[in-house]
């Protein structure tokens, strides 16, 4: 731990504030409904152990946790105090620039549109447990709470396929070759949206993390490294 001079490795104190760091992280979770917030936070569980979890049911309550300053924000539109496009002017009001996860089974154009403008991703509740934390997964590593290097993030052979831009770097998430290869199919974000029952914004969302992880930046260079390392992972399990 001490070098030979007697001052603390760097490394070291690297280290200790990195882990610091990530044990700081906060999840806000507003769901007045207990079965569907034991979810969420079932998921953010095992996705990001380190996280702290705060589950409230209230703007009231959520009001509390102002000052913690969350990296994460999953919320219901429809709470015990607020409804609708009010809890989204409330929330970002309240937490400015917060990543944000709507969670809901009430959306239109409107909602859209103004999850769009705080650039909030947005869910349906109609939607399967497996899209949920896909969904959970992508606004975790859109607010920090992971990254490409974190040892927390979650189980390679349950959440993320083995298609990567090269050898160590981060594979896509089963979500994300979907994705891919609906945009390989000439699908626009939008299609790829009303396809897969999610909004335009979360797609682009993916789109973006896809950027990031095969190290491109923009859809005719994704679609090329997509298609190469999509080839090599079928060619391995032929061997």
């Given amino acids: 731990m001490y070098s030979w001079v007697g001052r603390r490795d760097p490394k070291v104190q690297r280290a200790s504030f990195s882990l610091l760091t990530m044990k700081n992280q906060k999840i806000l979770v507003l769901e007045d409904h207990p079965l569907i917030s034991m979810v969420i936070e079932d998921v953010c569980k095992d996705m990001a152990p380190h996280a702290q979890i705060h589950v409230v049911t209230s703007l009231a309550q959520a009001r509390e946790h102002v000052f913690d300053k969350p990296e994460l924000i999953i919320f219901d539109l429809t709470l015990m105090d607020s409804a609708g496009q009010n809890t989204i002017d409330w929330l970002d009001s309240m937490f400015p620039k917060v990543c944000a996860l709507i969670y809901t089974g009430f959306v239109n154009e409107t909602v859209s549109a103004r999850a769009l403008q705080s650039g909030y991703s947005v869910v349906e509740k109609t939607c399967s447990q497996s899209a949920l934390a896909h969904e959970i997964e992508a606004v975790l590593f859109k607010s ?3 990254n490409g290097n974190s040892s927390d993030s979650v189980p390679a052979n349950e959440y993320q396929s083995g298609i990567v831009a090269y050898p160590g770097a981060k594979p896509l998430t089963w979500r994300q070759v979907e994705i891919m290869r609906m945009t390989a199919e000439g699908l626009s974000a939008k299609m790829v949206a009303q396809r897969m029952g999610l909004s335009p914004e979360t797609v682009r969302g993916h789109i973006r993390e896809i950027f ?12 090329n490294v997509f298609l190469k390392a999509e080839r090599s992972v079928k060619m391995k399990l032929n061997d």
Wanted: glycine share 6%.
């Fill in 212 to 223: 990031k992880r095969l190290e491109v930046s923009n859809k005719a260079q994704a679609v």
């Fill in 144 to 146: 920090g709470i992971l």
